[in-house]
């Protein structure tokens, strides 16, 4: 019997070796020759659009796959809801497919929320990129399941060099420390809005998308989150009434932080400036008195150089230089 209670009590502490090994260690979430499923939940795509992901996928040295239905059009959806939700449930199911990418956002993608089967999901888990309407996904998915999503580059987007050195830095590269710094021409437009350092769960992606989540089993939970916003072509007032919204609703109550992207095109028009706040002014007016660590300009958002954001994943972010910072075990425990 000492015999067998030894046998158990060093297997016991090889298995424990084990689990704290691959939780230490720091594989890339993805190596060359890897599969990549394409999937589009919301908005159609075109021929090209499609020719343009599977490039950018190859120069990366990543192999692509796709149904056929990724190419059909139902007014501006991608398909029928059903065809669009057959997509994600058999890529997810696919054990040949590594991560899955979505070739664009558009709309279309909160029709099939309520109808994910999200234990297919949570069996299943594999890195699923994109951003835009995408958001409302990302965050059901990490809702439901506890399972980390990644806002940024949608496949049929510009991989510029600073987007694919980014890319490649949290998908292909094994260093222990992921280090984000803000595009060098975002600079002059970046602000901070109150000073601080930030420390907690990354949470957010589009801010009108986060919006109509609220009321919803889909909405963020907020507590100890950096969120993280972004928006593109919303007049001032219209950024204004959601971030308003969020503050009157108590949702930015016990964040650890705020981070907004480039709001692109939403500053008022030229012909009605006069008559209107510039967005900087709205975004100092709603934030700043929230007296929590908050900068303005960061590089996300529907823009070509753009960084890749973990939602459900700790980080911490200085504000004075504009840099994120995410430990690669954080993202292992979940997908290596």
Known sequence: MP????????????????????????????KKGDTIGLITPAGFITEEKLQKTIENLASFGLKSVYFDSVLEKNG?????DQS???????????TEVDAIICVRGGYGTTRILDRINYDIIKKNPKP??????ITALINAVYKKTGIPGFHGIIGAGDFTEYTSENFEKIFLSDSEIINYEIFKDHKKDAFV????????????????????????????????KIVFLEDIGEAPYKIDRMLTQLISGGK??????????????????????????????VIIDRIKPLE???????????????????????AKFNTEKLSLSIKRKELNRFFV
């Open 3 to 30: 015999e067998l209670h030894c046998f158990l009590y060093k297997k016991l502490l090889l298995n424990f070796g084990k689990f704290i090994f691959n939780m230490l260690k720091t594989n890339p979430l993805l």
């Open 76 to 80: 501006y959806l991608a398909g029928n």
């Open 84 to 94: 669009r939700l057959n997509e994600l449930h058999t890529m997810y199911e696919n």
């Open 128 to 133: 699923l990129i994109g951003y835009s309407d």
């Open 193 to 224: 809005i109150h000073s601080g350092e930030m420390s907690g769960t990354l949470a957010g992606g589009n801010l009108a998308l986060v919006i109509s989540a609220i009321g919803t089993s889909f909405e963020i939970s907020w507590k100890n």
């Open 252 to 281: 930015f109550k016990n964040v650890k932080g705020i981070i907004l992207g480039q709001f692109k095109g939403c500053e008022p028009e030229e012909d009605d400036k006069e008559n209107s706040f510039s967005l900087k002014e």
């Open 292 to 314: 929590i660590p908050a900068v303005y300009g960061f590089s996300f958002g529907h823009i070509k150089n753009q960084l890749v954001f973990p939602v459900g994943i700790k």
